[in-house]
């Protein structure tokens, strides 16, 4: 007797009638999120590799030795393209000694050998690598009251936030140049001290795709004594194999203490796939987190999982093999060339800008102030009418720094090897959209709030008000007055046009903003009422 009490493939249609909602994932037409090598013979052998594991636990490698097997085999390849071999630059063996984790030149056993973990994603890297550094600043400051500061420009990546509260650090942001999205060396420096557990920069970041001053942040760092983090989560697979020379910034800079990259993006594997590579093996140790207090098998765990899939390991592991070297250089060139069109055309569209002088497959997009008002292009109105087109691009909302600067508002893009195939379609999408807003101004935040807040009780000062705390039905009824959800709480979709969304993030308190986000996507996937009970079959 079977065990089912649907027809497998009647829940499989209904799986894909799911999908079907879903923005597509491949073709090209998402600058976001996906990172589509437009191979198909990719994806199958990703899947039918992570298909052979599907019952492996990743917790032990020694009951599973596939998983040790295929572990080792995609760090040691992360660790060849960014230089962290014994013989590389800046590694095991260069005679540097700023290139160790603050060993001894003559220590040749430990200090400087590069190590690491496959995690489940950029956030787990992040958070692993500033665990790291905090308990290593713990250990050299035993019985010290202070809470460590972690460092990084204030284009680093969201993960580091969400790891400086998890793990209870104070994370001190430093301002950017607006035009560039560049932070200086100076700025850094002057916020370094002896709390100082972790500076990051990046290689490139995500709003702006800008290649932080990775070499001279490094020597700062190291003449300190200060871990320093390279995050490559995004770009790093692309930037280990772009066709432009490059300023050094993995392993190959001495003073790079760990660095994380993720291969879910360009490395082509399924979400969720990631290395986190770190300097001296005494320092990679401190990620670990193991057990022996309870009457259960001994736990040791190098990520903050514990069972883990083991099939994004054996798709990226299988992508790797297959691929080698020669096949990332390729399908980075189609990338590279794609994402040179991409800025050109950009450049060639009248009201708009590339903002910076971005590095490898990402660019930031902004309003060009330089021309005539009536010849300009708000970012956010060209992302929506590129979007009515079925282009989807991602919106960033601007920024005022703690110095006052402000950043603009930008939409994103981030190229992929498959966008080459696709230029042609995309480049007459982009124009025409240019083309349907050009001079329509940007949408008020302030005037919007203002005429929403009319509209509630309480007007203006019970929106103020609200930053101080909502319960969940206060945050729906704030969310469905704002059209974002529909009637009586009941989740509703996003409006066709995000500019005025992406206006009110920008236009109300932080944390009001940062509630109701939360509600907005607790209720998205809030289970519906159930329906009601089958009536009893009649005798």
């Known amino acids: 007797m079977s065990v089912f009490r649907r027809d497998p493939a009647e829940v499989i249609a209904e799986l894909e009638s799911l999908r079907a909602a879903d923005a597509p994932t491949h073709g090209g037409r998402v600058l976001s999120y996906v990172y589509d090598s437009g191979e198909h013979a990719i994806d199958e052998l990703a899947g039918e590799a992570a298909r052979l594991v599907q019952p492996v636990n990743g917790l032990d490698p020694t009951t599973f030795t596939s998983v040790a097997a295929m572990e080792s085999a995609v760090v040691g390849f992360a660790r ?63 019985g010290t009251p202070r809470m460590p500061r972690l460092v990084a420009p204030v284009t680093v990546h969201a993960a580091f936030h969400k790891a400086a509260e998890l793990l209870g650090l104070a994370l001190d942001l430093v301002p950017v140049d607006p035009a560039t999205g560049a932070p200086t060396v100076d700025d850094l420096e002057a916020r370094l001290g002896d709390d100082v557990a972790l500076v990051v920069v990046s290689a490139p970041s995500y709003p702006f795709a800008t290649l932080d001053p990775v070499a001279e942040v490094a020597a700062v760092c190291a003449a300190r004594r200060i871990a320093l983090h390279v995050d490559a989560c995004i770009g790093g697979f692309a930037l280990a194999f772009w066709p432009d020379d490059l300023p050094a910034w993995d392993f190959a800079v001495p003073g790079v203490t760990s660095l994380s990259a993720d291969l879910h993006k360009y490395g082509y594997a399924p979400k969720g796939v990631s290395v986190l590579l770190t300097r001296g093996r005494d320092r990679q140790r401190r990620q670990y987190f193991a057990t022996t207090a309870w009457p259960g098998y001994p736990v040791v765990n190098p990520t903050l999982a514990g069972s883990r899939p083991a099939g994004p390991l054996a798709a990226s592991w299988a992508i790797v093999r297959a691929l080698g070297e020669p096949g990332f250089v390729e399908l980075t060139g189609r990338a590279a060339r794609a994402t040179a069109a991409v800025r050109a055309l950009v450049d060639g569209i009248e009201g708009l800008r590339v903002v910076g002088d971005p590095t490898g497959p ?16 708000d970012p956010h109105h060209w992302a929506d009418a590129a979007r009515t087109a079925g282009w989807h691009l991602q919106l960033q909302p601007g920024l005022v720094q703690r110095d006052g600067t402000r950043l603009p508002h930008t939409t994103h893009l981030t190229i992929t090897p498959v966008t080459e195939s696709v230029l042609p379609e995309l480049s007459a999408a982009l124009a025409a959209a240019a083309d349907a807003v050009r001079g329509a101004p940007p949408i008020d935040g302030g005037e919007l709030l203002a005429g929403l807040a009319a509209q509630l009780p309480g007007g203006a000062d019970a929106l103020a008000a609200a930053a101080s705390g909502l319960d969940s039905e206060a945050a729906a009824t704030l969310l469905a007055a704002f059209g974002l ?27 009001l903003t940062e509630r109701l986000l939360v509600e907005l996507l607790a209720r998205v996937v809030e289970p519906r009422p159930a329906a009601s009970a089958r009536p009893a079959a009649s005798d």
Do not use: M, N
Request: aromatic share 2%; net charge negative.
């Open 80 to 142: 060849r393209v960014f230089h962290g071999e014994p013989d590389a630059a800046g590694s095991s063996g260069s005679g540097s000694t700023a290139g160790a984790a603050f060993g001894s030149a003559d220590d040749d056993s430990d200090a400087d050998i590069v190590v690491g973990s496959v995690t489940s994603g950029g956030t787990e890297s992040c958070v692993l690598a500033v665990k790291t550094a905090r308990d290593d600043w713990r250990a050299a400051r035993a």
């Open 362 to 377: 990402l660019l930031a997009v902004a309003t060009d102030d330089g021309v005539a008002p009536d010849r300009r292009i």
């Open 485 to 511: 959800l529909g009637g009586a709480g009941a989740t509703g979709a996003l409006p066709d046009r995000l500019a005025p969304v992406l206006a009110l993030v920008e236009a109300l308190p932080g944390p």
